[in-house]
């Protein structure tokens, strides 16, 4: 079930990707601190990518990611990627290694690959739903309205409306 939810992410994504413009996708948004949604995507990607490109030498280090310019430029390499990592996710769990170094010395974190999609697909709505603001000066563009919005989020509401 958690890959299956993390491709309906990367479709969702997707589906975003393909009703911008170029321009809309590398427009700085005043409501977003003048990033572009094309900044908020290629930082998705590249985690996922990180932990995608590292599950088999096991040793995850989000700090040392690359930061390709490509991506947050040119929507259709972001599609490209996404659906290539599509067809990557299906791995089975194994423990890894996350290099942790914020604000102190170096750390390595014992975690698994199940536990860093979790973290990555968090990671992906968080990041939607700051899309999804720069999106309402595109009315344009339609998302489903779970788009942005934790899982554990849309169940409370459904609980809260019974």
Request: charged share 20%.
């Amino acid at each position: 079930m958690l890959i299956q939810n993390i491709k309906n992410n990367f479709l969702e994504n997707i589906e975003l990707l393909r009703q911008l413009t170029n321009n809309e996708y590398t427009k700085q948004n005043p409501e977003l601190s003048n990033a572009t949604i094309g900044e908020h995507m290629r930082h998705i990607i590249e985690l996922f990518g990180c932990l995608i490109e590292n599950y088999e030498n096991g040793i995850i280090n989000y700090d040392k990611r690359k930061r390709d310019i490509l991506i947050q430029t040119n929507k259709n390499n972001a599609i490209s990627i996404l659906e290539k990592y599509i067809d990557e996710l299906n791995k089975p769990n194994k423990s890894l290694s996350l290099v942790h170094n914020c604000y102190s010395t170096f750390e390595l974190l014992p975690t698994n690959y199940f536990r860093e999609l979790i973290y990555n697909l968090e990671h992906s709505i968080h990041h939607q739903a700051l899309i999804k603001v720069a999106l309402h000066n595109l009315p344009h563009i339609k998302v489903a309205d779970a788009f942005g919005i934790a899982p554990s989020t849309l169940e409370y509401r459904k609980q809260c409306v019974q």
